[in-house]
């Protein structure tokens, strides 16, 4: 099983949400993993780190917990480094001094072979400690000619939203660390899982036929005899399964099943098979180069059409159309 740890590094000074943000992406991507067979489950874990272990002060003078300091760092973590926040320009060279113990720390982390996100002014700190010495990097636009002036020997470009080189991501923006969480995921649990948590981020900004993915059953069920059909059903998806297959699995009525199924997933139980059908059909269209009769088996249904036109009731689109809009394979 794969694993990635991610770490914040808090600073005083930093967006709550781009020290928070981030981690809840990769524990929801974990989550996403665990509930997909078609995904190769990945154990995520996080934390979050101030210089000694006290809670930081955020932009906002919301004084927040952490998890530890910077010793409690496990070896191997993936860093994420927001910075602290956006001061102005006249303060940036003494906040920089004031960070330099951090400057030599990361850049301990890093030739032991810890990956850097850097975001925000996170890129200074990085830049301060020799990390982008001679390198391409990016930055938080209205610091662009501070780090011209102060680091000559860097190529800027802060037109580039990311820029990756030997274990360090540059990326520009303030309050990106979604942006950041996504590219951890792409690179260190799969394409097919940032595609999905993306999904996740937009999906109520977007009209509904573009709602590619819905996460609508819950992955951990507060009724124990719900989370073990639902787990039941997952994995029999490919076949023809009925209300008496589901109840052959649980000590329980068909009327007491329907009230609870209802009450846990929102859907009666043939609703709620006929979605999880259907999200596996999606899943298989954008990860896959299967042709659509395999699918069509993979999923349960008796042919092509039947597919289709359950299809086309929840996406508003056929299989081919969503492969050909949102297939990985499609660019």
Not at 64 to 85: A, E, N, T
Not at 144 to 169: M, V
Not at 179 to 203: H, N, Q, W, Y
Not at 293 to 308: F, T
Request: hydrophobic share 40%; charged share 25%; net charge positive.
């Amino acid at each position: 099983m794969k694993k990635l740890h991610c770490a914040v590094i808090a600073l005083d000074g930093a967006f709550a949400a781009s020290v928070f943000g981030p981690l809840e992406l990769v524990q929801a991507c974990g989550r996403l993993q665990a509930s997909l067979p078609e995904l190769e489950p990945c154990e995520t874990s996080t934390e979050i780190l101030s210089l000694d272990g006290k809670p930081f002060l955020s932009a906002s003078s919301y004084r927040l917990p952490v998890d530890g300091s910077l010793k409690d760092l496990p070896r191997g973590s993936v860093i994420l480094l927001p910075g602290f926040g956006v001061p102005r320009v006249h303060r940036l060279a003494e906040l920089l001094k004031q960070h330099a113990p951090l400057g030599v720390w990361l850049k301990r982390q890093h030739d032991s072979g810890s990956t850097i996100v850097a975001f925000c002014t996170g890129s200074l700190l990085l830049a301060e400690a020799g990390l982008l010495a001679r390198k391409r990097a990016t930055t938080y636009w209205p610091y662009a000619d501070f780090f011209r002036e102060r680091w000559p020997g860097i190529e800027l470009d802060p037109d580039a939203t990311c820029i990756e080189h030997e274990g360090i991501l540059n990326m520009s923006g303030t309050i990106c660390g979604v942006d950041a969480a996504l590219a951890v995921i792409e690179r260190f649990v799969g394409k097919e899982s940032a595609r999905l948590c993306t999904k996740l981020m937009v999906m109520e900004n977007r009209p509904p036929s573009e709602l590619r993915y819905e996460m609508r059953q819950p992955t951990v069920h507060n009724d124990p005899l719900i989370d073990k059909a639902v787990n039941w059903i997952r994995g029999k998806l490919h076949e023809r399964l009925t209300v008496d297959d589901v109840l052959r699995q649980v000590p329980t009525s068909r009327r007491s099943l329907n009230r609870r199924f209802k009450l846990e997933t929102g859907e009666g139980i043939q609703a709620f098979i006929q979605r999880l059908r259907i999200d596996r059909a999606k899943i298989l269209l954008e990860t896959s180069s299967l042709p659509l009769e395999q699918i069509v088996e993979r999923v349960g249904y008796n042919d092509a059409s039947a597919l289709a036109r359950q299809f086309k009731r929840y996406t508003q689109l056929t299989p081919n159309q969503y492969r050909q809009r949102y297939g990985l394979t499609q660019g």
